[in-house]
């Protein structure tokens, strides 16, 4: 099993939409999560990071199920710029190892 | 703030031949990684640092070799490259050992034919 795993996509929405993504990880000693955003052949770019009791960033909401060990990003009133792919990243600092999903891709249509 | 700056951007070579790549870091970053990113794969680590004069393996480390000499700078060599190694490397650096983020560079495009 993976250590991190998030639904490849593509999500496809009319501007506009609201739209969520989930990213579920298996080690119940993860500590620290964040998204990042990557467009076509670019370097990933950090969006925000995710706090246990959730967090917010303009049109973008991050949330912490620990119980249930995952997070979720939710967008907003989507634009065409958001289209991209969005990966996350688990962090067991205890280890200093980085795990990253395989990243969800969107679309985001006029 | 360049933030993290990697050269070159884009690097032709054939079988056997060796290269270095560079990154940079202005940030003053303890940690320091390579990564290579292919299509279908995610992100893979190959080497990383933890400090000046300090490297260690990851989980893709045969083939490239690594030295942090200084603080600033991590290279990563090939030096027979294969046409496995084409791919895109991303540099990332990291403030320390706690739960601060990873700051890539934009990338190294490498083909090998």
């Known amino acids: 099993r993976k250590e991190v795993e998030q639904d490849p996509g593509p999500f496809n929405v009319p501007e506009g939409a609201t739209v969520a993504f989930n990213c579920t990880y298996s080690?119940?000693?993860?500590?620290?999560f964040f998204w990042y955003r990557q467009d076509c052949r670019k370097e990933p770019k950090l969006l925000m990071s995710?706090?246990?009791s959730g967090n917010e960033d303009g049109r973008f909401t991050a949330q912490l199920n620990r119980a249930s060990q995952y997070i979720s990003l939710l967008i907003r009133d989507s634009k065409l710029s958001d289209s991209a792919t969005y990966l996350c990243?688990?962090?067991?600092?205890?280890?200093?190892?980085?795990?990253f999903g395989s990243g969800t891709k969107l679309n985001v249509k006029p | 703030n360049a933030g993290v700056t990697q050269t070159p951007k884009f690097r032709v070579l054939k079988t056997g031949q060796s290269m270095t790549l560079l990154c940079a870091q202005d940030?003053?970053?303890?940690?320091m990684y390579w990564y290579r990113q292919d299509p279908g794969m995610g992100l893979r680590l190959i080497h990383y640092?933890?400090?000046?004069?300090?490297?260690a393996k990851g989980e893709v480390p045969d083939g490239y070799n690594v030295s942090r000499l200084k603080k600033q700078n991590f290279l990563l060599g090939l030096e027979s490259a294969a046409p496995s190694q084409t791919s895109v490397y991303f540099c990332?650096?990291?403030?320390?050992?706690?739960?601060?983020?990873?700051?890539f560079g934009n990338g190294t495009r490498l083909t090998v034919t």
């Open positions: 990332a650096s990291r403030k320390d050992r706690t739960n601060s983020p990873l700051h």
């Open positions: 080690n119940s000693a993860s500590q620290s």
């Open positions: 995710v706090y246990s």
């Open positions: 990243v688990v962090i067991i600092y205890n280890f200093n190892k980085f795990y």
């Open positions: 940030m003053n970053h303890e940690y």
């Open positions: 640092s933890v400090g000046e004069g300090t490297t």
